[in-house]
């Protein structure tokens, strides 16, 4: 049975899967991406997460590898802004110096693409048409499938969902505007919400959580706050679902699609999250358009990039 390597490089951690012919992962790993080193930096990561796996490159058919970032056609990675010490990189070229491995057996893509094909496929997507994937983490990033396959544009940028905006007088979004979803609803942009509720409510239990480890503040400690019925937590969570369900209503009247995947790390929130981002999204969207939509969680939850990056791998290197 032919065996597939999934990457998904992601601003956080690093993933690494060895999955079959039945999109069935025999091994997995993560690592801490570098903050510092640039794209050489990530190739040594992927090699000792390689060799911690005992996986040879001999026995992959085709390597998949899905960057949090602008993509073009070519498989260029365009100035990650998560990835620090980047710019433009033809990754390709590098993994396939360092590993010694076939460049026409890698495919580069978007990570939200990936992660939209494997909810499309073998996940919740459940082949809907069109089908709109977004990915909570340390961005936010989004596909539109259409057909099966993501919308490209002219030179492979489309789909840069996270960079919608939002509130025209938020916070500055890495790629310079003010108020985009980026800057709102990721871990970071979650994260400067709670500091900015936290402030002004000494009494909430997260005080207590971080116990002086003022850096350990994250969207997992919020929602614990927020699942114990802190009512600095659930402001927090009330003002993300508004956001997100602002987005969500966009999306519906933009593309019209059938249904729209969530996953990333923030998704696990769950019910607590996108319920009410659903039924904001419901009101705000025109009614004729979202009255059919589905919006759900992502089945494969951190998975899902890894697994896309295999399945297309897969796909386009079948024979």
Same mark, same amino acid.
């Given at each position: ?21 039945n ?26 997460i390689? @060799? ?17 970032? !602008? ?9 990650? !802004? ?9 990754? @390709? ?16 893509d ?6 939209? &094909?494997? +909810? ?39 789909? +840069? ?33 709670a500091?900015? &509720? ?14 002086? +480890? ?5 969207p ?10 802190? !009512? ?6 009330? &003002? ?16 019209n ?33 979202? @009255?059919?939509? @589905?919006?759900?969680r ?12 295999? &399945?297309?791998a ?6």
């Amino acid at each position: 049975m032919k065996k597939y390597l999934g990457v998904d490089i992601g601003g956080m951690n690093t993933k690494v899967a060895l999955v079959d012919e039945n999109c069935e992962i025999i091994s997995y790993a993560l690592g801490d991406t570098p903050i510092s080193g640039g794209p050489q930096a990530e190739i040594a990561l992927i090699a000792e997460i390689l @060799k911690y796996l005992d996986i040879s490159l001999d026995i992959v058919h085709s390597v998949g590898i899905g960057i949090p970032g !602008p993509v073009d056609l070519k498989g260029v990675v365009h100035n990650p !802004p998560n990835l620090n010490g980047w710019g433009n990189v033809g990754f @390709k070229k590098l993994f396939t110096e360092y590993f010694k491995y076939p460049a026409d057996s890698i495919y580069i893509d978007n990570d939200a693409n990936f992660a939209a &094909i494997a +909810e499309y496929t073998i996940g919740s997507g459940a082949q809907a048409d069109p089908m709109i994937m977004l990915t909570l983490g340390t961005g936010v990033g989004g596909s539109v499938l259409i057909n099966g396959s993501p919308i490209r544009g002219e030179n492979g940028f489309a789909g +840069e969902l996270g960079h919608i905006v939002l509130n025209p007088d938020g916070p500055r979004c890495g790629c310079g505007r003010r108020g985009c979803a980026e800057a709102l609803i990721s871990h970071t942009g979650i994260v400067r919400t709670a500091w900015e &509720i936290l402030r002004k409510d000494k009494g909430s239990i997260i005080w207590g959580m971080l116990d002086g +480890e003022f850096g350990e503040l994250s969207p997992k400690i919020i929602e614990n706050a927020a699942d114990l019925g802190d !009512p600095a937590a659930n402001k927090v969570l009330d &003002i993300t679902a508004n956001y997100l369900g602002s987005l969500l209503a966009d999306l519906i009247n933009i593309f019209n699609p059938e249904r729209i995947v969530i996953g990333g790390g923030i998704s696990r929130w769950g019910d607590a999250l996108i319920n009410p981002a659903r039924k904001i999204a419901v009101k705000n969207a025109l009614k004729h358009l979202a @009255k059919n939509v @589905k919006i759900v969680r992502a089945k494969f939850y951190r998975k899902a990039g890894v697994l896309g990056a295999a &399945i297309i791998a897969m796909k386009k290197h079948s024979t």
